[in-house]
């Protein structure tokens, strides 16, 4: 498993809330709550208990380090302008498979320069959760990012960061051979689908079914923590002033694969999940290879006609085997 040798400290040595409180010292404090309406939102901690165990929240902890809209610059006076200084922050109480998600995102925006200003100001905190029917996290899928995880009976320094705020805390005597505490069972939930399983299937009959169901609302690429794509805008002020923004992009939207005179990549709703699943089970790029979906089920619980990833696989490979 990747990531089991971190070193742990008893949490026997200290209470919980004064740990977590010198954590999030000098940072603007996030953690998981659940509103009234049942979703549960990462939420700016002005004050109130913190939480002990983590929690899905429905938009993932992506958009603190890829905000649905930010200027990445600003042209003005023949200058270029940074837009945005970033503030240190903490996010307290986030789950393993949201861990792993910040792996991917730290791969794809490795040279990113608002990307990683952000990650450098972060900490990110991570602790047990209580996993969900939906849930198919899986250990062995990937590296986690992060700096501190929090147990029920242990706390693990992920990073050297995570492990000099321990120290600074006052744990003492950290051991290598505690792995961290993955929930039983929900990896062998996941569908073990071959590439060339995929590519042999393209035509199959479950594209055709699921497309014609899927409404292209992107609701299952907005809530997916490893889903990133973007687009830029330009915006011009009277005064001269021209901003880049980058918003994020959808790959199920209709327009997403229109390019010049006309042409699209992707003119059907069966072409754009395909390439969501492709992407998602197969990766792109120096990542292709790398299977990024974290299992959190958040696009399961998302899609209002429960179009669920794993559903299509176990047809795909049922299809490869008849
Ligand atoms: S594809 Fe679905 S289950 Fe997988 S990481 Fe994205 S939202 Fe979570
Ligand atoms: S959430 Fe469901 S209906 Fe909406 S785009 Fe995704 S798969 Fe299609």
């Known amino acids: 498993m990747f990531g089991s040798t971190f070193p742990s400290y008893s949490l026997k040595q200290i209470v919980l809330d004064d740990l977590l409180i010198s954590l999030g010292q000098n940072r603007a404090l996030w953690a998981p709550w659940t509103e009234s309406d049942g ?6 901690v002005r004050e109130g208990p913190l939480p002990s165990l983590a929690s899905l929240t429905f938009i993932p902890l992506k958009k603190l380090l890829l905000p649905p809209r930010e200027a990445v610059w600003a042209h003005r006076a023949g200058h270029f302008h940074t837009v945005e200084e970033p503030e240190s922050f ?5 789950p393993l498979c949201d861990l792993q998600a910040i792996w991917y995102l730290d791969q794809v925006f490795a040279d990113d320069v608002p990307y990683q200003a952000r990650r450098a100001k972060s900490l990110l905190v991570g602790m047990t ?15 986690l990012a992060g700096d501190v995880f929090v147990g029920k ?10 492990d000099a705020l321990l120290r600074e805390a006052g744990l003492h005597t950290p051991t290598t051979d505690a792995p961290l505490p993955w929930p039983d069972g929900p990896a062998a939930q996941r569908q073990n689908l071959s590439e060339e399983q995929f ?15 899927c409404l292209s609302c992107g609701a299952c690429s907005v809530v997916c923590p490893t889903c990133y794509c973007f687009d830029m805008l330009d915006e011009a002020a009277l005064d001269g002033t021209v901003t880049r923004h980058r918003v994020w992009d959808n790959c199920l939207f209709a327009e997403h ?9 992707r003119p059907g709703r069966a072409n754009r999940l395909r390439f969501r699943m492709e992407h998602k089970f197969f990766g792109f790029g120096t990542l292709r290879g790398q299977n990024s979906c974290v299992g959190c089920g958040r696009c399961r619980k998302a899609c209002p006609v429960d179009i669920d990833l794993d559903q299509i696989a176990e047809q795909l490979v049922a299809g490869a085997a008849s």
Not at 257 to 265: H, L, P
């Open 39 to 44: 979703l549960c939102r990462l939420q700016f």
């Open 90 to 94: 903490a996010v307290i109480g986030v």
């Open 129 to 143: 959760c209580e996993p969900s029917p939906d849930c198919r996290c899986d250990g062995h899928l990937m590296p």
């Open 153 to 162: 009976e242990r706390v693990w320094a992920i990073s050297s960061l995570g």
């Open 199 to 213: 590519h042999s299937a393209l035509d199959a009959t479950v594209w055709t079914v699921e497309g014609k169901r």
């Open 257 to 265: 694969g229109e390019a010049a005179g006309g042409y699209d990549f």
